[in-house]
T-cell receptor
Framework: AQSVTQLDSQVPVFEEAPVELRCNYS??????LFWYVQYPNQGLQLLLK??????LVKGINGFEAEFNKSQTSFHLRKPSVHISDTAEYFC????????????FGQGTRLTINP | EAGVTQFPSHSVIEKGQTVTLRCDPI?????LYWYRRVMGKEIKFLLH????????ESGMPNNRFLAERTGGTYSTLKVQPAELEDSGVYFC??????????FGQGTRLTVV
């Protein structure tokens, strides 16, 4: 079984500041990792994913995340945020083999202040 | 190409009533998933269809929930009778295979 912990439920930052949203996971098997974003009144949209290869993955809208296997983390970063980044962000994992279902963290609400 | 579409976007019903949620996956996607987010908690898996067959329904909370996918195209999720704790956002997702799933906008269900 897998579990995902997003360490911050809310993160307020000022516009143009850097941000890091933290995600740790637990799994007895190999997993793929994802970050999804939900903008206000919209559905879940894939931000980026790690399947294999380089541990630093780049996604849409200037976001990137780094997979750290030893620390079982997949933190999301952006060097300079915009008002339009205000949304809720979800970290998720899926086992490489076996049950094809995403296991989500509780979400982090990112609020950008002008 | 149309994405995953869910109907209705919002539903408010009284406790004890029946509600049916619908999901139209991306055309050609054999895999269809239902997830639910109860307020303030994480998004949780409900079940997984491969074509018209239930591959995994381990997340279905109880027998008041019935999911169908006749013909392997769209899916419905019926809650009968609805209880207060069923309130939340119900997401549908589809995939062609592998791990990448595309999500719909969700149906916000409120049971009063």
């Amino acid at each position: 079984a897998q579990s995902v912990t997003q360490l911050d439920s809310q993160v307020p930052v000022f516009e143009e500041a850097p941000v890091e949203l933290r995600c740790n996971y637990s799994s007895s098997v190999s997993v793929y990792l994802f970050w999804y974003v939900q903008y206000p009144n919209q559905g879940l949209q894939l931000l980026l994913k790690y399947l294999s290869g380089s541990t630093l993955v780049k996604g849409i809208n200037g976001f990137e995340a780094e997979f750290n296997k030893s620390q079982t983390s997949f933190h999301l970063r952006k060097p300079s945020v915009h008002i339009s980044d205000t949304a809720e962000y979800f970290c998720a994992v899926i086992s490489v083999q076996g049950a094809q279902k995403l296991v989500f963290g509780q979400g982090t609400r990112l609020t950008i202040n002008p | 190409e149309a994405g995953v579409t869910q109907f209705p976007s919002h539903s408010v019903i009284e406790k004890g009533q029946t509600v049916t949620l619908r999901c139209d996956p991306i055309s050609g996607h054999d895999n269809l998933y239902w997830y639910r987010r109860v307020m303030g908690k994480e998004i949780k898996f409900l079940l997984h269809f491969v074509k018209e067959s239930k591959q995994d329904e381990s997340g279905m909370p109880n027998n008041r929930f019935l999911a169908e996918r006749t013909g392997g195209t769209y899916s419905t999720l019926k809650v009968q009778p609805a209880e207060l704790e069923d309130s939340g956002v119900y997401f549908c997702a589809s995939s062609a295979g592998g791990s990448l799933a595309f999500f719909g906008q969700g149906t916000r269900l409120t049971v009063v």
